[in-house]
């Protein structure tokens, strides 16, 4: 008999809360089962068939048949536990088309918004004596000002194919090394750790990597290549699956037909190494963010329309980049293509219009 390797146990007087935290459920344990399961965690062979609370145990998953495995992490347990617990969130039905999507999302917003928005905290701002600001240096001649201005999240894609050119352009400005800042280097930075990115990186060490997805792109075969951010360049992973986008991302059909994105990771053994605490993880997204938002201004300064989530089928993703069991991870995705730069699909745009007409 085994103790599952993925609990976590919190006291919450009177019981004892055990969560198995990789396969989301949760139990309130009184002293009983608690007395009785720190016995099996200490001699799990103690284990008897005819004690109802070890059975129960058993049912549960606390306790397994077979020695289950763990990934190698590599890394700190709070980490851990926030990672795996986030990870392959159980829906009680991915939606299987942008209908059925549609559908989902709407009924979701109406049970969200019959509850009043929290109240702003800037209403608990002091308020007295404001200091008005001049006004904001935004002309938009500046290329950088107008992509700014531009940048949409688009939710609706037509078929044409983005140019190899431009995901070269891309992905040399979101992620290669910036050849333009080889000079720009210092005896401060060890041997290694020279390279930069037009983002900024968490202690210079360049965590984040990409993988794209190719569906639609001029002179390159659909699927998901590695990029290699040193060298620029791409290598072939894995053929596109069968299913669409949407199924890997959490059934957001209205993208099937997204031409082209980027799925980030972060080597959390890379930030581990030179960061040991739990803490490291937060700078892991807050990377990734920066260099969401970079592609997507390059996007839009290419004339792109561009679309982002965090909602990814985890262990289907990470199957797909070659990932499994490994210390880097996939956190974020952002893609673009052309589009109508609409905000809402049509399907929703469509259930939108029929709920405001009855
Ligand atoms: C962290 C993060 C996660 C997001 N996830 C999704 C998502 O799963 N699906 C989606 O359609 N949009 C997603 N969005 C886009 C937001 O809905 C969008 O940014 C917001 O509505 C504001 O619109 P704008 O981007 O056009 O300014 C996400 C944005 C952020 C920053």
């Known amino acids: 008999m085994h103790i599952n390797p993925h609990l976590f146990m919190l006291a919450r007087p009177p019981y004892l809360i055990v969560w198995d935290y990789n396969n989301h459920t949760q139990y309130e344990l009184n002293l009983d089962y608690s007395t009785r399961l720190a016995q099996l965690i200490e001699e799990p062979e103690q284990f008897n068939s005819s004690n109802t609370i070890d059975?129960?145990?058993?049912?549960?998953?606390?306790?397994?048949?077979?020695?289950?495995?763990?990934?190698?992490?590599?890394?700190?347990?709070?980490?851990?536990?926030?990672?795996?617990?986030?990870?392959?969130?159980p829906s009680e039905q991915t939606p299987n088309d942008v209908h059925e999507w549609s559908k989902q999302y709407?009924?979701?917003?109406?049970?969200?918004?019959?509850?009043?928005?929290?109240?702003?905290?800037?209403?608990?701002r002091p308020t007295g004596d404001l200091i008005v600001l001049p006004s904001p240096s935004s002309s938009p001649a500046s290329s950088l000002v107008r992509s700014l201005f531009s940048r949409k999240t688009c939710r609706s894609f037509n078929d044409d194919p983005v140019s190899l050119n431009d995901i070269s352009t891309l992905l040399y400005l979101s992620l290669g090394h910036l050849k333009e800042r080889e000079s720009d280097s210092d005896?401060?930075?060890?041997?290694?750790?020279?390279?930069?990115?037009?983002?900024?990186?968490?202690?210079?060490?360049?965590?984040?990597?990409?993988?794209?997805?190719v569906r639609n792109v001029s002179a390159l075969k659909p699927g998901l290549y590695c990029y290699h951010s040193d060298q620029h360049a791409l290598s072939?992973?894995?053929?596109?699956p069968d299913e669409p986008l949407g199924?890997?991302?959490?059934?957001?059909?209205?993208?099937?037909?997204?031409?082209?994105?980027?799925?980030?990771?972060?080597?959390?053994?890379?930030?581990?190494?030179?960061?040991?605490?739990?803490?490291?993880?937060r700078m892991a997204y807050v990377e990734a963010g920066h260099i969401s938002q970079t592609f997507q201004l390059i996007a839009t300064a290419l004339g792109l329309n561009t679309w982002l989530t965090g909602a990814l089928a985890d262990d289907r993703v990470?199957?797909?980049?070659?990932?499994?069991?490994?210390?880097?991870?996939?956190?974020?995705?952002?893609?673009c293509g052309?589009?109508?730069?609409?905000?809402?699909?049509?399907?929703?745009?469509?259930?939108?219009?029929?709920?405001?007409?009855?």
């Open 55 to 89: 059975c129960d145990f058993l049912a549960a998953n606390i306790l397994t048949l077979s020695k289950q495995n763990t990934v190698e992490w590599g890394w700190d347990e709070l980490s851990k536990i926030f990672h795996i617990g986030t990870k392959n969130i």
């Open 106 to 124: 709407l009924d979701h917003c109406n049970e969200v918004l019959a509850a009043p928005a929290p109240t702003a905290m800037r209403a608990l």
């Open 187 to 213: 005896n401060a930075i060890p041997e290694g750790l020279g390279a930069r990115r037009s983002s900024p990186s968490g202690g210079g060490l360049n965590a984040c990597e990409g993988f794209i997805y």
């Open 236 to 240: 072939l992973v894995n053929p596109l």
């Open 247 to 281: 199924q890997l991302l959490c059934g957001q059909h209205f993208i099937n037909n997204l031409p082209f994105g980027l799925f980030i990771t972060s080597r959390f053994d890379a930030l581990w190494w030179k960061y040991e605490h739990s803490r490291a993880y």
């Open 318 to 335: 990470e199957a797909l980049l070659g990932l499994q069991d490994s210390a880097e991870q996939p956190l974020f995705f952002v893609g």
């Open 338 to 358: 052309q589009g109508d730069g609409q905000a809402l699909c049509d399907e929703l745009n469509a259930l939108i219009n029929r709920q405001e007409a009855r």
